[in-house]
Nanobody, 123 residues
Framework: QVQLVESGGGLVQAGGSLRLSCAAS????????MAWFRQAPGKEREFVAF????????NYSDSVKSRFTISRDNAKNTLYLQMNSLKPEDTAVYYC????????????????WGQGTQVTVSS
């Protein structure tokens, strides 16, 4: 059974940091493009960041660029998102996802999804 399980969410004050993890099981995701998306209440799911296989390339949405860092440990089959300088507008449920595309920001290109982890940033 293929699973992606996120962890590390929580409540943090503005300016604080959190590190999200996404543990994959069921098969290796080392050849997949892995990404983080987020969805705030009443809003559509939006792209946050992706990292290609072999860590060749990363891409970030403009809203998180220079504050968030995506990384992966293929040996542990785990994806990470280091979030610094958090803002109240970063409050959302964060999802990790896997795609067979080399690189993509489109949610529909991602086949596997985790259940999400809540991040709440207070002002």
């Amino acid at each position: 059974q293929v699973q992606l399980v996120e962890s590390g969410g929580g409540l943090v004050q503005a300016g604080g940091s959190l590190r999200l993890s996404c543990a994959a099981s069921g098969r290796s995701f080392s050849s997949d493009c892995m990404a983080w998306f987020r969805q705030a209440p009443g809003k559509e799911r939006e792209f946050v960041a992706f990292i290609t296989r072999l860590n060749l390339r990363t891409n970030y949405s403009d809203s998180v660029k220079s504050r968030f860092t995506i990384s992966r440990d293929n040996a542990k089959n785990t994806l990470y998102l280091q979030m610094n300088s958090l803002k109240p507008e970063d409050t959302a449920v964060y999802y990790c996802a896997a795609s067979k595309h080399y690189s993509t920001v489109a949610p529909n290109d991602y086949v596997y999804w985790g259940q999400g982890t809540q991040v709440t940033v207070s002002s």
